[in-house]
Protein backbone atom coordinates (compact mmCIF):
# COMPACT_ATOMS: atom_id res chain seq x y z
CA UNK A 1 0.00 0.00 0.00
CA UNK A 2 1.31 3.43 -0.12
CA UNK A 3 2.92 5.33 2.12
CA UNK A 4 4.56 8.49 3.08
CA UNK A 5 5.44 10.41 5.81
CA UNK A 6 2.79 12.69 6.37
CA UNK A 7 3.06 16.83 7.52
CA UNK A 8 -0.06 17.36 9.90
CA UNK A 9 -1.78 20.52 9.81
CA UNK A 10 -0.60 22.81 12.89
CA UNK A 11 -2.08 22.63 16.14
CA UNK A 12 -3.06 26.14 17.02
CA UNK A 13 -5.37 26.90 19.94
CA UNK A 14 -9.03 27.62 19.35
CA UNK A 15 -10.01 30.90 19.06
CA UNK A 16 -12.37 32.10 22.30
CA UNK A 17 -15.62 33.76 21.01
CA UNK A 18 -16.46 36.28 23.70
CA UNK A 19 -20.49 36.13 23.76
CA UNK A 20 -20.18 39.83 24.16
CA UNK A 21 -23.78 41.58 23.40
CA UNK A 22 -24.51 41.99 19.96
CA UNK A 23 -22.00 39.04 19.07
CA UNK A 24 -24.20 36.37 16.23
CA UNK A 25 -22.40 33.83 18.49
CA UNK A 26 -24.30 34.88 21.14
CA UNK A 27 -27.60 34.89 19.80
CA UNK A 28 -26.46 31.44 17.81
CA UNK A 29 -25.46 30.01 21.66
CA UNK A 30 -29.17 31.48 23.17
CA UNK A 31 -31.31 29.82 20.13
CA UNK A 32 -29.47 26.66 20.93
CA UNK A 33 -30.22 26.83 24.63
CA UNK A 34 -34.02 27.59 23.73
CA UNK A 35 -33.83 24.52 21.42
CA UNK A 36 -32.56 22.61 23.95
CA UNK A 37 -34.64 23.21 26.92
CA UNK A 38 -37.77 22.77 24.39
CA UNK A 39 -36.97 19.10 23.94
CA UNK A 40 -36.83 15.60 26.00
CA UNK A 41 -33.55 13.98 24.70
CA UNK A 42 -33.60 10.34 25.20
CA UNK A 43 -30.05 9.23 25.87
CA UNK A 44 -28.32 5.52 24.89
CA UNK A 45 -25.64 4.19 26.12
CA UNK A 46 -23.14 3.14 23.29
CA UNK A 47 -21.46 -0.42 23.02
CA UNK A 48 -19.87 -1.83 19.79
CA UNK A 49 -22.18 -0.92 17.38
CA UNK A 50 -25.66 -0.50 18.76
CA UNK A 51 -27.12 1.60 20.84
CA UNK A 52 -28.91 0.22 23.89
CA UNK A 53 -31.56 1.14 25.64
CA UNK A 54 -32.59 -0.76 28.58
CA UNK A 55 -35.69 1.31 29.64
CA UNK A 56 -34.31 2.18 32.94
CA UNK A 57 -34.82 5.08 32.44
CA UNK A 58 -32.99 7.91 35.07
CA UNK A 59 -33.71 12.07 34.68
CA UNK A 60 -31.43 14.73 33.46
CA UNK A 61 -32.14 18.09 35.03
CA UNK A 62 -30.54 21.17 35.18
CA UNK A 63 -28.82 22.12 38.63
CA UNK A 64 -30.20 25.28 38.44
CA UNK A 65 -33.57 24.30 37.86
CA UNK A 66 -34.25 21.18 39.08
CA UNK A 67 -37.75 20.43 38.78
CA UNK A 68 -37.37 20.61 34.52
CA UNK A 69 -36.35 17.63 32.61
CA UNK A 70 -34.35 18.12 29.95
CA UNK A 71 -34.13 14.26 29.18
CA UNK A 72 -33.96 10.70 29.94
CA UNK A 73 -30.43 8.49 30.37
CA UNK A 74 -30.71 4.54 30.38
CA UNK A 75 -28.99 2.88 33.19
CA UNK A 76 -27.38 -0.29 32.55
CA UNK A 77 -25.71 -2.82 34.70
CA UNK A 78 -22.91 -5.23 35.08
CA UNK A 79 -23.88 -7.09 31.81
CA UNK A 80 -23.69 -4.14 29.87
CA UNK A 81 -19.71 -3.47 31.05
CA UNK A 82 -19.31 -7.07 30.06
CA UNK A 83 -21.12 -6.16 26.65
CA UNK A 84 -18.91 -3.04 26.50
CA UNK A 85 -15.32 -4.95 27.21
CA UNK A 86 -16.20 -7.38 24.55
CA UNK A 87 -16.68 -4.85 21.75
CA UNK A 88 -13.89 -3.22 22.82
CA UNK A 89 -11.97 -6.06 22.41
CA UNK A 90 -13.71 -7.28 19.25
CA UNK A 91 -12.48 -4.02 17.70
CA UNK A 92 -9.42 -3.33 19.00
CA UNK A 93 -6.89 -5.79 16.87
CA UNK A 94 -8.43 -3.62 13.60
CA UNK A 95 -8.41 -0.43 15.19
CA UNK A 96 -4.70 -1.21 16.22
CA UNK A 97 -3.70 -1.95 12.69
CA UNK A 98 -5.04 1.09 11.08
CA UNK A 99 -2.66 3.55 10.10
CA UNK A 100 -1.65 6.09 11.95
CA UNK A 101 -2.96 8.80 9.90
CA UNK A 102 -6.32 7.72 9.74
CA UNK A 103 -6.71 7.67 13.50
CA UNK A 104 -4.90 10.99 13.49
CA UNK A 105 -7.68 12.17 10.46
CA UNK A 106 -10.76 10.97 12.56
CA UNK A 107 -10.30 13.00 15.69
CA UNK A 108 -8.98 16.25 13.50
CA UNK A 109 -12.36 15.52 12.34
CA UNK A 110 -14.33 15.59 15.46
CA UNK A 111 -11.95 18.91 16.60
CA UNK A 112 -13.29 21.02 13.29
CA UNK A 113 -16.97 19.54 14.26
CA UNK A 114 -16.63 20.38 17.79
CA UNK A 115 -15.40 23.65 16.58
CA UNK A 116 -18.40 24.44 13.73
CA UNK A 117 -21.37 22.90 13.37
CA UNK A 118 -21.63 20.92 16.98
CA UNK A 119 -20.12 24.26 19.07
CA UNK A 120 -23.20 25.39 19.83
CA UNK A 121 -24.84 22.25 20.78
CA UNK A 122 -22.60 21.20 23.03
CA UNK A 123 -21.76 24.57 24.63
CA UNK A 124 -25.36 24.54 25.58
CA UNK A 125 -25.35 21.18 26.20
CA UNK A 126 -22.87 21.99 29.17
CA UNK A 127 -24.59 24.98 30.48
CA UNK A 128 -27.95 23.51 30.91
CA UNK A 129 -26.10 19.99 32.25
CA UNK A 130 -23.69 21.01 33.86
CA UNK A 131 -24.68 25.09 34.53
CA UNK A 132 -21.76 26.87 33.72
CA UNK A 133 -21.58 30.39 31.84
CA UNK A 134 -21.72 31.02 28.47
CA UNK A 135 -18.21 31.69 28.98
CA UNK A 136 -17.20 29.20 30.46
CA UNK A 137 -18.63 26.69 28.55
CA UNK A 138 -16.84 28.14 26.08
CA UNK A 139 -13.64 27.82 27.36
CA UNK A 140 -14.52 23.97 28.43
CA UNK A 141 -16.34 21.95 25.87
CA UNK A 142 -15.47 24.16 22.89
CA UNK A 143 -12.30 25.12 23.01
CA UNK A 144 -10.27 22.82 25.52
CA UNK A 145 -12.29 19.51 23.78
CA UNK A 146 -11.23 20.98 20.50
CA UNK A 147 -7.20 21.83 21.64
CA UNK A 148 -7.14 18.20 23.40
CA UNK A 149 -8.07 16.68 19.99
CA UNK A 150 -5.87 18.41 17.88
CA UNK A 151 -2.79 18.64 20.17
CA UNK A 152 -2.95 15.32 20.98
CA UNK A 153 -2.43 14.25 17.14
CA UNK A 154 0.46 16.75 17.01
CA UNK A 155 1.96 14.83 20.14
CA UNK A 156 1.38 11.44 19.04
CA UNK A 157 2.90 12.45 15.41
CA UNK A 158 5.99 13.56 17.68
CA UNK A 159 6.31 10.39 20.10
CA UNK A 160 6.15 8.35 16.75
CA UNK A 161 8.98 10.16 15.14
CA UNK A 162 11.38 10.17 18.49
CA UNK A 163 13.85 7.56 17.43
CA UNK A 164 17.14 5.40 18.43
CA UNK A 165 20.40 6.27 17.08
CA UNK A 166 21.99 3.54 14.98
CA UNK A 167 25.50 2.91 14.80
CA UNK A 168 27.21 1.66 11.55
CA UNK A 169 25.92 -1.89 10.30
CA UNK A 170 22.43 -1.41 11.89
CA UNK A 171 19.50 0.12 12.42
CA UNK A 172 17.37 0.88 15.31
CA UNK A 173 13.79 2.21 15.74
CA UNK A 174 11.01 1.74 18.01
CA UNK A 175 7.37 1.25 17.65
CA UNK A 176 4.56 2.70 20.01
CA UNK A 177 2.08 -0.60 20.47
CA UNK A 178 -1.05 0.48 22.17
CA UNK A 179 -1.30 -1.52 25.23
CA UNK A 180 -2.33 -5.06 25.09
CA UNK A 181 -6.15 -4.87 26.35
CA UNK A 182 -8.49 -2.42 26.75
CA UNK A 183 -8.59 1.10 28.97
CA UNK A 184 -11.04 2.20 31.36
CA UNK A 185 -11.94 5.92 31.59
CA UNK A 186 -13.65 7.26 34.47
CA UNK A 187 -14.76 10.95 33.56
CA UNK A 188 -16.17 13.71 35.91
CA UNK A 189 -19.12 15.96 35.88
CA UNK A 190 -17.26 19.47 35.55
CA UNK A 191 -15.57 19.54 32.43
CA UNK A 192 -16.90 18.31 29.46
CA UNK A 193 -13.63 18.64 27.84
CA UNK A 194 -11.77 16.05 30.46
CA UNK A 195 -15.03 13.65 29.31
CA UNK A 196 -13.81 13.97 25.80
CA UNK A 197 -10.05 13.72 26.26
CA UNK A 198 -9.85 10.75 28.57
CA UNK A 199 -11.82 8.37 26.34
CA UNK A 200 -10.06 9.76 22.92
CA UNK A 201 -6.33 10.28 24.03
CA UNK A 202 -6.28 6.43 24.81
CA UNK A 203 -8.06 5.52 21.67
CA UNK A 204 -6.09 8.01 19.73
CA UNK A 205 -3.00 5.77 20.35
CA UNK A 206 -4.51 2.82 19.44
CA UNK A 207 -6.12 1.26 22.28
CA UNK A 208 -10.00 0.82 22.45
CA UNK A 209 -12.27 2.13 25.54
CA UNK A 210 -14.30 1.68 27.77
CA UNK A 211 -15.96 4.74 28.87
CA UNK A 212 -17.63 5.44 32.07
CA UNK A 213 -18.82 9.47 32.72
CA UNK A 214 -20.60 10.78 35.41
CA UNK A 215 -24.01 10.52 35.75
CA UNK A 216 -24.40 14.53 35.86
CA UNK A 217 -22.58 14.85 32.88
CA UNK A 218 -24.74 12.56 30.67
CA UNK A 219 -26.28 15.15 28.60
CA UNK A 220 -23.00 16.57 26.90
CA UNK A 221 -21.33 13.32 27.42
CA UNK A 222 -24.25 12.31 24.53
CA UNK A 223 -23.19 14.81 22.30
CA UNK A 224 -19.33 13.89 22.36
CA UNK A 225 -20.36 10.54 21.26
CA UNK A 226 -22.20 11.80 18.38
CA UNK A 227 -19.48 13.58 17.52
CA UNK A 228 -17.25 11.23 17.45
CA UNK A 229 -19.25 8.65 15.18
CA UNK A 230 -20.22 11.85 12.59
CA UNK A 231 -16.18 12.32 12.31
CA UNK A 232 -16.08 8.36 11.55
CA UNK A 233 -14.59 6.45 14.60
CA UNK A 234 -15.44 2.57 14.05
CA UNK A 235 -17.57 0.71 16.14
CA UNK A 236 -16.80 -0.86 19.69
CA UNK A 237 -13.02 1.61 19.70
CA UNK A 238 -15.23 4.04 22.33
CA UNK A 239 -17.71 2.42 24.26
CA UNK A 240 -20.23 5.08 26.75
CA UNK A 241 -21.93 3.01 29.13
CA UNK A 242 -24.25 4.74 31.79
CA UNK A 243 -23.54 2.01 34.97
CA UNK A 244 -23.14 3.10 38.59
CA UNK A 245 -19.19 2.98 39.77
CA UNK A 246 -19.69 -0.30 41.19
CA UNK A 247 -21.06 -2.71 38.71
CA UNK A 248 -18.50 -1.23 36.50
CA UNK A 249 -16.04 -2.14 38.88
CA UNK A 250 -16.76 -5.34 39.74
CA UNK A 251 -16.55 -5.96 36.38
CA UNK A 252 -13.67 -4.11 34.83
CA UNK A 253 -11.41 -5.16 37.70
CA UNK A 254 -11.52 -8.29 37.59
CA UNK A 255 -11.21 -8.71 33.60
CA UNK A 256 -7.63 -10.10 32.54
CA UNK A 257 -7.73 -7.76 29.84
CA UNK A 258 -7.38 -4.46 31.69
CA UNK A 259 -5.18 -2.21 30.56
CA UNK A 260 -5.05 0.65 31.85
CA UNK A 261 -7.53 3.13 33.89
CA UNK A 262 -7.63 7.01 32.95
CA UNK A 263 -9.57 8.67 35.90
CA UNK A 264 -10.00 12.18 36.94
CA UNK A 265 -12.13 12.25 40.38
CA UNK A 266 -11.77 12.44 43.68
CA UNK A 267 -8.96 11.42 45.84
CA UNK A 268 -10.97 8.54 47.64
CA UNK A 269 -12.37 7.45 45.15
CA UNK A 270 -9.14 7.31 43.12
CA UNK A 271 -6.80 5.48 45.99
CA UNK A 272 -9.70 2.71 46.67
CA UNK A 273 -9.38 1.85 42.62
CA UNK A 274 -5.53 2.06 42.93
CA UNK A 275 -5.69 -0.70 45.83
CA UNK A 276 -8.58 -2.39 43.96
CA UNK A 277 -6.38 -3.39 41.25
CA UNK A 278 -3.10 -4.19 43.33
CA UNK A 279 -5.02 -6.81 44.85
CA UNK A 280 -6.05 -7.95 41.72
CA UNK A 281 -2.54 -7.92 40.26
CA UNK A 282 -1.82 -11.47 39.14
CA UNK A 283 -5.60 -11.59 37.35
CA UNK A 284 -3.70 -9.09 34.98
CA UNK A 285 -2.13 -10.04 31.62
CA UNK A 286 0.14 -6.87 32.12
CA UNK A 287 0.78 -4.24 34.84
CA UNK A 288 -1.92 -2.33 33.99
CA UNK A 289 -1.36 1.86 33.49
CA UNK A 290 -2.97 3.88 36.23
CA UNK A 291 -3.45 7.78 35.30
CA UNK A 292 -5.26 9.88 37.55
CA UNK A 293 -6.31 13.89 38.27
CA UNK A 294 -7.94 13.98 41.40
CA UNK A 295 -8.57 16.64 43.96
CA UNK A 296 -6.81 20.07 45.00
CA UNK A 297 -6.62 22.94 47.91
CA UNK A 298 -5.09 25.32 45.97
CA UNK A 299 -3.72 28.20 47.11
CA UNK A 300 -2.52 31.78 46.67
CA UNK A 301 0.17 33.19 48.39
CA UNK A 302 0.54 37.11 48.03
CA UNK A 303 3.62 38.70 49.21
CA UNK A 304 3.79 42.21 50.78
CA UNK A 305 5.09 43.74 47.51
CA UNK A 306 1.69 42.21 45.55
CA UNK A 307 -0.69 44.82 44.79
CA UNK A 308 -3.94 44.71 46.53
CA UNK A 309 -6.40 44.87 43.48
CA UNK A 310 -4.47 41.81 41.52
CA UNK A 311 -4.20 39.85 44.10
CA UNK A 312 -8.40 40.83 45.03
CA UNK A 313 -9.10 39.76 41.39
CA UNK A 314 -7.36 36.14 41.48
CA UNK A 315 -9.01 35.66 44.28
CA UNK A 316 -13.05 36.27 43.07
CA UNK A 317 -11.90 34.89 39.79
CA UNK A 318 -10.06 31.90 41.22
CA UNK A 319 -12.21 30.93 43.92
CA UNK A 320 -15.55 31.47 42.16
CA UNK A 321 -15.41 30.56 38.09
CA UNK A 322 -17.76 27.63 38.04
CA UNK A 323 -19.05 28.15 41.63
CA UNK A 324 -15.13 26.66 42.47
CA UNK A 325 -16.28 23.48 40.74
CA UNK A 326 -12.61 23.30 39.35
CA UNK A 327 -10.08 20.86 40.99
CA UNK A 328 -7.66 24.07 40.38
CA UNK A 329 -9.85 26.88 42.08
CA UNK A 330 -8.73 28.86 44.51
CA UNK A 331 -9.52 27.69 48.01
CA UNK A 332 -7.11 28.80 50.63
CA UNK A 333 -5.22 32.76 50.41
CA UNK A 334 -2.34 33.89 52.52
CA UNK A 335 -2.58 37.44 53.25
CA UNK A 336 0.12 39.71 54.08
CA UNK A 337 -1.06 41.95 57.14
CA UNK A 338 0.04 45.30 55.27
CA UNK A 339 -2.23 44.41 52.10
CA UNK A 340 -5.28 42.23 53.77
CA UNK A 341 -7.53 44.48 54.76
CA UNK A 342 -7.90 46.41 51.56
CA UNK A 343 -7.54 42.90 49.70
CA UNK A 344 -11.06 41.98 51.67
CA UNK A 345 -12.94 45.10 50.88
CA UNK A 346 -12.06 44.72 47.25
CA UNK A 347 -13.07 41.15 47.43
CA UNK A 348 -16.22 41.75 49.16
CA UNK A 349 -16.84 44.41 46.89
CA UNK A 350 -16.70 41.99 43.99
CA UNK A 351 -18.78 39.40 45.82
CA UNK A 352 -21.63 41.76 46.48
CA UNK A 353 -21.63 42.85 42.68
CA UNK A 354 -22.05 39.70 41.55
CA UNK A 355 -24.88 37.77 39.41
CA UNK A 356 -26.11 34.63 40.34
CA UNK A 357 -28.68 32.53 38.37
CA UNK A 358 -29.46 30.35 35.54
CA UNK A 359 -26.76 30.17 32.66
CA UNK A 360 -29.39 31.33 30.31
CA UNK A 361 -29.43 34.83 31.61
CA UNK A 362 -25.65 35.95 30.50
CA UNK A 363 -25.45 38.56 32.81
CA UNK A 364 -25.02 35.89 35.56
CA UNK A 365 -21.61 35.26 36.85
CA UNK A 366 -22.49 32.95 38.95
CA UNK A 367 -25.04 29.63 38.35
CA UNK A 368 -25.26 26.47 40.63
CA UNK A 369 -23.53 23.36 42.22
CA UNK A 370 -23.59 20.62 40.48
CA UNK A 371 -26.27 18.76 42.74
CA UNK A 372 -28.07 18.25 46.08
CA UNK A 373 -25.16 15.88 47.61
CA UNK A 374 -22.57 18.66 46.69
CA UNK A 375 -24.84 21.31 47.63
CA UNK A 376 -25.31 19.69 51.47
CA UNK A 377 -21.24 19.51 52.09
CA UNK A 378 -20.68 22.91 50.90
CA UNK A 379 -23.59 23.93 53.18
CA UNK A 380 -21.74 21.84 55.89
CA UNK A 381 -18.34 23.51 55.44
CA UNK A 382 -20.32 26.95 55.75
CA UNK A 383 -22.24 26.28 58.72
CA UNK A 384 -18.48 24.84 60.39
CA UNK A 385 -17.37 28.68 59.63
CA UNK A 386 -20.59 30.31 61.13
CA UNK A 387 -20.26 28.20 64.38
CA UNK A 388 -16.17 28.78 65.23
CA UNK A 389 -14.74 31.05 67.19
CA UNK A 390 -11.75 31.50 65.08
CA UNK A 391 -13.50 32.34 61.90
CA UNK A 392 -16.17 34.54 60.19
CA UNK A 393 -17.94 34.73 56.95
CA UNK A 394 -17.13 38.18 55.76
CA UNK A 395 -18.89 37.81 52.60
CA UNK A 396 -21.69 35.50 51.01
CA UNK A 397 -22.69 32.51 53.27
CA UNK A 398 -26.32 32.00 52.06
CA UNK A 399 -27.73 28.90 50.26
CA UNK A 400 -31.28 27.98 48.94
CA UNK A 401 -32.00 24.78 46.90
CA UNK A 402 -35.31 25.05 46.53
CA UNK A 403 -35.23 26.08 42.51
CA UNK A 404 -31.79 25.29 41.79
CA UNK A 405 -28.79 24.40 43.98
CA UNK A 406 -27.43 28.05 44.75
CA UNK A 407 -25.07 28.91 47.13
CA UNK A 408 -23.50 32.68 47.64
CA UNK A 409 -20.29 32.89 46.85
CA UNK A 410 -18.38 32.77 50.09
CA UNK A 411 -15.38 34.73 51.57
CA UNK A 412 -13.99 32.93 55.27
CA UNK A 413 -11.56 35.19 57.40
CA UNK A 414 -9.98 32.82 60.00
CA UNK A 415 -7.15 33.38 62.64
CA UNK A 416 -6.58 29.62 62.12
CA UNK A 417 -4.06 28.65 59.18
CA UNK A 418 -5.11 24.41 60.49
CA UNK A 419 -9.18 25.56 60.02
CA UNK A 420 -10.98 22.93 58.14
CA UNK A 421 -11.68 24.89 55.01
CA UNK A 422 -8.10 25.73 54.92
CA UNK A 423 -7.18 21.92 54.74
CA UNK A 424 -9.93 20.23 53.31
CA UNK A 425 -11.24 19.74 49.93
CA UNK A 426 -15.15 21.46 49.50
CA UNK A 427 -14.95 21.90 45.59
CA UNK A 428 -17.61 24.44 45.74
CA UNK A 429 -17.72 28.25 45.81
CA UNK A 430 -15.86 28.35 49.47
CA UNK A 431 -12.69 30.62 50.03
CA UNK A 432 -10.93 31.26 53.29
CA UNK A 433 -8.04 33.69 53.68
CA UNK A 434 -5.76 33.78 56.52
CA UNK A 435 -3.75 36.65 57.37
CA UNK A 436 0.60 36.41 58.52
CA UNK A 437 2.55 39.00 59.35
CA UNK A 438 4.52 40.26 56.53
CA UNK A 439 7.63 39.33 58.03
CA UNK A 440 6.92 35.52 58.56
CA UNK A 441 6.82 35.44 54.79
CA UNK A 442 9.37 32.89 54.80
CA UNK A 443 7.23 30.35 57.82
CA UNK A 444 4.19 31.18 56.08
CA UNK A 445 5.58 29.23 52.69
CA UNK A 446 6.24 26.47 54.58
CA UNK A 447 2.80 26.67 56.45
CA UNK A 448 1.69 26.64 52.53
CA UNK A 449 3.61 23.24 52.08
CA UNK A 450 2.78 21.36 55.00
CA UNK A 451 -1.23 22.14 55.50
CA UNK A 452 -2.33 19.90 52.58
CA UNK A 453 -2.30 16.21 51.44
CA UNK A 454 -2.62 17.58 47.57
CA UNK A 455 -0.14 19.37 45.20
CA UNK A 456 -2.45 20.61 42.53
CA UNK A 457 -2.32 24.06 41.60
CA UNK A 458 -0.90 27.38 43.01
CA UNK A 459 -0.01 30.77 42.76
CA UNK A 460 2.33 33.38 44.50
CA UNK A 461 1.70 37.30 44.00
CA UNK A 462 4.78 39.83 44.73
CA UNK A 463 6.81 42.65 42.71
CA UNK A 464 10.09 41.25 44.07
CA UNK A 465 12.06 38.81 41.93
CA UNK A 466 14.04 37.32 44.70
CA UNK A 467 10.78 36.53 46.46
CA UNK A 468 9.45 35.11 43.38
CA UNK A 469 12.22 32.56 42.89
CA UNK A 470 12.17 31.88 46.52
CA UNK A 471 8.57 30.91 46.30
CA UNK A 472 8.74 28.85 43.34
CA UNK A 473 11.73 26.68 44.86
CA UNK A 474 10.35 26.16 48.68
CA UNK A 475 6.85 24.94 47.13
CA UNK A 476 8.29 22.96 44.59
CA UNK A 477 6.27 20.27 45.73
CA UNK A 478 3.34 21.77 46.43
CA UNK A 479 1.73 22.61 42.82
CA UNK A 480 2.35 20.58 39.32
CA UNK A 481 0.67 24.04 38.22
CA UNK A 482 2.43 26.64 39.84
CA UNK A 483 1.12 30.55 38.16
CA UNK A 484 3.14 33.98 39.13
CA UNK A 485 0.96 36.71 39.62
CA UNK A 486 -2.22 35.09 38.21
CA UNK A 487 -4.77 32.99 39.45
CA UNK A 488 -4.18 29.24 39.78
CA UNK A 489 -6.95 28.25 37.35
CA UNK A 490 -6.93 28.41 33.37
CA UNK A 491 -4.62 25.98 32.49
CA UNK A 492 -4.68 26.14 28.43
CA UNK A 493 -3.42 22.68 26.04
CA UNK A 494 -0.06 23.37 24.59
CA UNK A 495 0.88 25.57 26.56
CA UNK A 496 0.35 24.64 30.71
CA UNK A 497 0.15 20.70 30.14
CA UNK A 498 -1.95 20.25 33.71
CA UNK A 499 -1.58 17.81 36.76
CA UNK A 500 -0.30 17.75 40.11
CA UNK A 501 0.96 14.85 42.44
CA UNK A 502 0.91 14.04 46.46
CA UNK A 503 -2.93 13.26 46.63
CA UNK A 504 -3.58 15.01 43.70
CA UNK A 505 -2.50 12.62 41.37
CA UNK A 506 -0.20 10.70 38.72
CA UNK A 507 1.05 14.17 37.63
CA UNK A 508 0.96 12.73 34.21
CA UNK A 509 0.36 16.00 32.70
CA UNK A 510 -2.94 16.28 30.23
CA UNK A 511 -2.28 18.00 27.46
CA UNK A 512 1.26 17.17 26.70
CA UNK A 513 2.64 14.09 25.32
CA UNK A 514 4.16 12.88 28.73
CA UNK A 515 0.24 11.49 28.83
CA UNK A 516 0.26 9.89 25.80
CA UNK A 517 3.06 7.70 26.80
CA UNK A 518 1.50 6.06 28.89
CA UNK A 519 -0.82 4.46 26.53
CA UNK A 520 1.44 3.06 25.10
CA UNK A 521 4.22 0.43 24.98
CA UNK A 522 6.99 0.61 22.98
CA UNK A 523 9.34 -2.07 21.26
CA UNK A 524 12.74 -1.65 20.40
CA UNK A 525 13.51 -3.10 16.99
CA UNK A 526 17.07 -3.64 16.34
CA UNK A 527 18.14 -5.02 12.73
CA UNK A 528 21.78 -5.72 11.58
CA UNK A 529 22.54 -5.87 7.59
CA UNK A 530 25.22 -8.30 7.57
CA UNK A 531 25.14 -10.90 10.89
CA UNK A 532 28.05 -12.08 12.12
CA UNK A 533 29.65 -15.48 11.59
CA UNK A 534 32.22 -16.36 14.23
CA UNK A 535 31.39 -16.40 17.56
CA UNK A 536 34.98 -15.39 18.10
CA UNK A 537 36.32 -11.72 19.24
CA UNK A 538 39.17 -9.77 18.08
CA UNK A 539 40.44 -10.15 21.79
CA UNK A 540 40.67 -13.46 21.68
CA UNK A 541 43.24 -13.43 18.84
CA UNK A 542 46.87 -14.81 19.73
CA UNK A 543 49.68 -11.76 19.53
Not at 206 to 234: C, E, H, S
Not at 495 to 522: E, H, I, M, Y
Amino acid sequence: MPKGIYQLPFAENEPVNSYAPGTPERQQLKDALKKARSKQVDVPMYIGAEEVKTGNKKPLNPPHDHQHVLGYFHEGDASHVEQAIKAALAAKEKWANLSWEHRAAIFLKAADLIAGPFRNEINAATMLGQSKSAYQAEIDSACELVDFLRYNVQFMSEIYSEQPESSAGMWNRTEYRPLEGFVFAITPFNFTAIAGNLPSSAALMGNTVVWKAAYTQIYAADVIMRVFKAAGLPDGVINLVHVSGPDAGEVVFKHPDFAGLHFTGSTGVFKHLWKTIGENIDIYKSYPRIVGETGGKDFIVAHHTAHARDVATAIVRGAFEYQGQKCSAASRVYLPDNIAEEVQKLVIEDVKDIKMGGPEDFENFFNAVIDKKSFDKIAGYIEKAKESSTSKIIAGGEYDDSKGYFIQPTVILTEDPQFITMKEEIFGPVVTLYVYKQENFEETLTLVDETSPYALTGAIFSNDRYIIELATKKLSNAAGNFYINDKPTGAVVGQQPFGGARGSGTNDKAGSKLNLLRWVSARTIKETFVPATDYRYPFMDKE
